[in-house]
């Protein structure tokens, strides 16, 4: 089994340089959202190792916790927080484990789950195809499959990772792998201070907790390969304790020390204090920064071939007994906490965020009657919000799916007008129009910049290039030179709206933090902060997406007490349609209010967004210039693959 671990060294080179112009956007779009979340990186053997690294950067870059777990873990333990971000890892993807926490996570639908894999046509991509809102990022690796440990995928699952953390660090990785190890006489460096560690039975690794990825993969190396017993600890953890085993097991032990800049004054003390007899390598890496854990784990692979040469075993074909694979190929058994939860659970959880006892059967209540009210009403139009709901973010720039147009389609063909409620302005205008034949724009009604101007499609007039009121113009000013917006986003002044959209470290939320104090200090009556997916936006007070429906019942005589449903994606303040979605007949795609009324989303778990959309039209039976909605045909239709 396996491949010699010298080809795999060779290799690098290569794979560095294959890693370094992969195409990531995928996993920098899924990063850039994840600023403001905690995250929790999920691998196992080689793969945990990424995943400890991605946590790592996470944590230095953005401030927010990160944990790395393995699969069992991440299957065993609740998940309450739907805000966390999920990266997956697997080489292969198609390991048992993996394959279990996907299930596990996919279904509780968190802010993001990213796959990372090294293979195309896995078991779990094709399971990650049936969910539009995950991630899925595929690595290619030049050299092929790994060996027995993980080698060439790990580097370029690291590399990809750095990449984009380095985005919202400015830092610059480096050109190719012999600049990022220093050269093969650096390479021959180390091979031969090691030496004497290769004598000694044990190993300890001691590292700064920036380089924990670089620790652990030493301690999984070693024991997968079974080189030798490592205790890992940063610096400070060996001297609770740990130094004891140096004691009375010295003389069977060295010492592996890595060194930044950051540690270095803490690192040198320590080793001073060791025991003589003991013998200590240090490897000193350069910077603090991305490029220091990322040679850091690029050398914990080349040390493992050092000790392998020493040692006689080579680490890429160690032989697997025939016990191991069994354990290997051992399935989880599904516990009731683990199994996915059914759509109720699902919907009330998402209404709650998490409830028990007699709570559960009050909503339980709520719920049955807003379906009850869904179900018995006959629908004369809806209104859709566009971005998050018509259109998925990587969607923004070239417009709505196909099987979107089609959904609306059969609408107008049976002379069911529509709404489109937008943040944009001519850029969703100009899309809809090269999706919607022109017989069908006089009816659709589109309310640009949050509801500030409605027309028809067809109205060649709208929107406007007004001049920004004075009120207006004077706040974006003022948000423009506030120093976090100027360092970190993109504030637009137009007519109706002040659009402000990262573009640094700063994430969405914190932004939308940022302009709400400005605005309740200087102008809180005259003007209201919603947000988007991708922007916050400062609109005139009184102006909502509620003047897309206001407008529609104007230009197609609906009375007040005739049903129009209402679609978005983000219906708890301060997301932009909030207001919309608080109308009796509600339904979101992504986020809820918590009012109890209205504004349930209903789709299957784990379908947000577009996916979710589908799911509710597919519920629409349309008879006689009007549609009724039927829940219990949600996901029951046949949606095509659309990922």
């Not at 380089?211 to 017993?229: P, R, V």
């Not at 566009?386 to 070239?398: H, N, P, S």
């Not at 959904?407 to 090269?434: C, F, M, V, W």
């Not at 706040?475 to 120093?483: A, C, F, N, T, Y």
């Given at each position: 089994m396996g491949k010699p671990y010298a080809e795999e060294i060779n290799s690098l080179p290569t794979t560095y340089l294959s890693a370094m112009a992969a195409q990531i956007d995928a996993l920098v779009r899924a990063i850039a959202a994840s600023a403001a979340h905690p995250l929790v990186a999920v691998g196992s053997g080689g793969s945990l190792s990424v995943a400890q690294f991605a946590a790592t950067l996470h944590q230095s870059t953005f401030g927010e916790i990160a944990k790395a777990m393995t699969p069992l873990e991440v299957s065993t333990f609740p998940l309450t927080n739907a805000n966390t971000s999920f990266p997956l890892v697997s080489a292969g993807g198609g390991n048992p484990d993996i394959m279990n926490a996907f299930k596990h996570v996919v279904g509780r639908e968190p802010r993001r789950l990213i796959i990372l894999t090294a293979r195309s046509g896995t078991a779990l991509s094709q399971l990650a195809a049936s969910y539009r809102y995950v991630d899925y990022v595929e690595i290619e690796i030049p050299s092929g499959k790994d060996g027995f440990l993980a080698t060439n995928s790990l580097v370029a699952f690291c590399i990809a990772?750095?990449?984009?953390?380095?985005?919202?660090?400015?830092?610059?990785?480096?050109?190719?792998?012999?600049?990022?190890?220093?050269?093969?006489?650096?390479?021959?460096?180390?091979?031969?201070?090691?030496?004497?560690?290769?004598?000694?039975?044990?190993?300890?690794?001691?590292?700064?907790?920036?380089?924990?990825?670089?620790?652990?993969?030493?301690?999984?190396?070693?024991?997968?390969?079974?080189?030798?017993?490592?205790?890992?600890?940063?610096?400070?953890?060996?001297?609770?304790?740990?130094?004891?085993?140096?004691?009375?097991?010295?003389?069977?032990t060295g010492i592996l020390a890595f060194v930044t800049p950051d540690a270095r004054q803490l690192a040198e003390r320590t080793i001073r204090l060791m025991p003589p007899a003991i013998p200590v390598v240090s490897i000193d890496f350069p910077c603090d920064g991305v490029n220091s854990s990322l040679g850091a784990i690029t050398t914990a692979i080349l040390i493992t071939g050092f000790a392998g040469e020493a040692r006689g075993i080579d680490p890429g074909r160690p032989g697997v007994p025939s016990f191991g694979r069994k354990i290997y190929h051992l399935r989880i058994p599904r516990n009731r906490r683990s199994r996915t939860q059914s759509s109720r659970a699902q919907m009330l959880?998402?209404?709650?965020?998490?409830?028990?006892?007699?709570?559960?059967?009050?909503?339980?209540?709520?719920?049955?009657?807003?379906?009850?009210?869904?179900?018995?009403?006959?629908?004369?139009?809806?209104?859709?919000?566009?971005?998050?709901?018509?259109?998925?973010?990587?969607?923004?720039?070239?417009?709505?799916?196909?099987?979107?147009?089609?959904?609306?389609?059969?609408?107008?063909?049976?002379?069911?007008?529509?709404?489109?409620?937008?943040?944009?302005?001519?850029?969703?205008?100009?899309?809809?129009?090269?999706?919607?034949?022109?017989?069908?724009?006089?009816?659709?009604?589109?309310?640009?910049?949050?509801?500030?101007?409605?027309?028809?499609?067809?109205?060649?007039?709208?929107?406007?290039?007004?001049i920004p009121q004075t009120e207006l113009q004077s706040?974006?000013?003022?948000?423009?030179?506030?120093?976090s917006i100027a360092a970190h986003a993109r504030c637009e002044i137009r007519a109706g709206q002040i659009s402000v959209v990262p573009v640094g470290l700063l994430s969405l939320a914190t932004i939308c933090q940022v302009v709400e104090e400005i605005v309740a200090r200087t102008r809180k009556d005259k003007f209201a902060v919603v947000m988007s997916g991708h922007a916050v936006d400062v609109i005139p007070a009184g102006v909502s997406k509620l003047a897309v429906v206001s407008r529609l019942r104007e230009c197609f005589s609906f009375s007040d007490s005739e049903a129009i449903l209402c679609i978005g994606d983000r219906g708890r303040p301060p997301g932009n349609d909030h207001i919309l979605l608080a109308q009796p007949y509600a339904l979101s795609v992504d986020e809820v209010s918590a009012d109890p009324d209205t504004c349930w989303n209903l789709a299957p778990p784990g379908h947000r967004g577009v996916q979710a959309l589908l799911d509710y039209v597919d519920a629409f039976r349309v008879k006689d210039r009007c549609f009724k909605f039927v829940p219990k045909l949600i996901g029951k239709g046949k949606q095509c693959e659309i990922n």
């Open positions: 990772i750095s990449r984009a953390y380095a985005i919202s660090t400015k830092e610059n990785l480096p050109a190719d792998f012999s600049q990022l190890i220093g050269g093969d006489r650096r390479i021959e460096n180390w091979r031969e201070i090691c030496r004497p560690l290769w004598e000694r039975d044990n190993l300890v690794v001691l590292f700064p907790p920036r380089l924990q990825a670089a620790a652990l993969d030493i301690e999984s190396k070693f024991t997968e390969a079974a080189l030798g017993n490592v205790h890992i600890a940063d610096y400070r953890h060996l001297a609770h304790g740990r130094h004891h085993w140096l004691a009375k097991r010295g003389a069977s959880s998402r209404k709650t965020g998490g409830i028990d006892g007699k709570q559960v059967k009050i909503w339980e209540r709520f719920y049955r009657h807003f379906v009850g009210r869904l179900s018995r009403a006959r629908f004369r139009g809806a209104v859709f919000d566009y971005d998050g709901t018509l259109c998925d973010e990587r969607e923004r720039f070239i417009g709505p799916h196909s099987l979107v147009v089609k959904a609306l389609l059969r609408l107008l063909e049976n002379q069911i007008p529509i709404g489109i409620a937008t943040g944009r302005g001519k850029s969703a205008k100009n899309d809809l129009q090269r999706a919607i034949p022109p017989s069908y724009w006089n009816r659709v009604v589109i309310g640009y910049y949050s509801g500030y101007e409605t027309g028809l499609l067809d109205d060649d007039t709208l929107p406007t290039k007004k706040l974006g000013e003022q948000l423009q030179l506030h120093p």
